[in-house]
């Protein structure tokens, strides 16, 4: 392709295991982490200079477990500036994997653009044999120069796959094909190099979001709890001591939570009690409808679809917006 037809990638990179330093060539555990920098990641790459032509910053060295709100906005803000300024067509965001699914849908609800946005990682670090850090970068760096990528809102690049951000779940610890479309399934692949699509999400993202980068530098506090046999409520009345907004709840079967969670708030009806959002701790189908009458005259509702860890992302959003719980419920369900 000639270098006039290419088009302008930004690569940013803010560590994880794609970018740590094994033990060995045959360990996939244990490694140094967040070691290599984006430029020893992209001269990993063959070919990545014949997709498009790169440009790249190192951000950031963090596991993403370690990654903040603060750093979620310091990284949206970046790539929004790359795009206002027009110093590319579109951006590649090289992270750590625990954390993707969190850091792709807040920015799939907060970038104002239609220039698309990889987000990539890897489940084995460089070095290692089948490490799969290289062709995933690759992968992500095409889908980031496709034209047909424009208007996809965020999506995750791996193992050949792309998904929407809105629906992506690491569905597995330790294999290279870890991530999932979850209910829905995956938004399109790239096979030999070829940049395929077919869906794309009708839920709110980027233009038609409500949702921007023009946040405070504290975020609203939401926290999470799961339910288990026989846990009582007492983690979530433990919780009250660190004054979350919201609750959210990885309930039972369809989002049910334990009596005792539903008969404390029934008791202190009328007290500031933080909101509860019943999601699911099952990772398909979601929470819908009532249970035993514990909705939203009790400052409780489903979720709708979304996994905890995206309705926590959702929540914290949503109430640097309103805390009129029947507003909460409606913007809830349009996501």
Known sequence: MAEQEKKRVHVIATGGTIASQPTSATAVVGYAPSVFTVDDLLESVPGAGDAAVLSSEQLMRKQSPDITDQDMMRIGRRIQEIFDTDAADGVVLIMGTDTIEEV????????????????????????????????????????????????????????????????????????????????????????????????????????????????????????????????????????????????????????????????YYRAHKGEKLPILVRACRAPFGGSFGDYGHFDEELGCFPSGDLTPAKVRILMKLILTKTRDLAEIIRIMQAY
């Not at 610890?173 to 395929?196: A, D, H, I, P, Q």
Request: include cysteine; glycine fraction near 10%.
């Open 104 to 263: 792709s849908w807040f920015l799939h609800l907060t970038l104002k653009t239609s220039c698309p946005v990889a987000v990539v990682g890897a489940m084995r670090p460089a070095g290692v044999i089948s490490s799969d850090g290289p062709l995933n970068i690759l992968n992500a760096i095409r889908v980031a120069a496709a034209p047909q990528s424009r208007d996809q809102g965020v999506v995750v690049v791996m193992n050949d796959l792309i998904i929407c951000a809105r629906d992506v779940m690491k569905a597995s610890s330790c294999k290279v094909e870890s991530f999932s479309g979850g209910y829905y399934g995956v938004t399109g692949t790239v096979r030999n190099g070829l940049v395929t699509y077919f869906y794309r999400s009708v839920r709110p993202y980027g233009f038609t979001s409500m949702f921007s980068l023009d946040l405070p530098e504290v975020l609203p506090r939401v926290e999470t709890i799961y339910m288990y046999q026989g846990c009582g409520a007492d983690l979530l009345l433990a919780s009250f001591s660190l004054k979350p907004e919201a609750l959210v709840i990885g309930g039972f079967g369809n989002g049910a939570v334990h009596n005792e969670i539903r008969d």
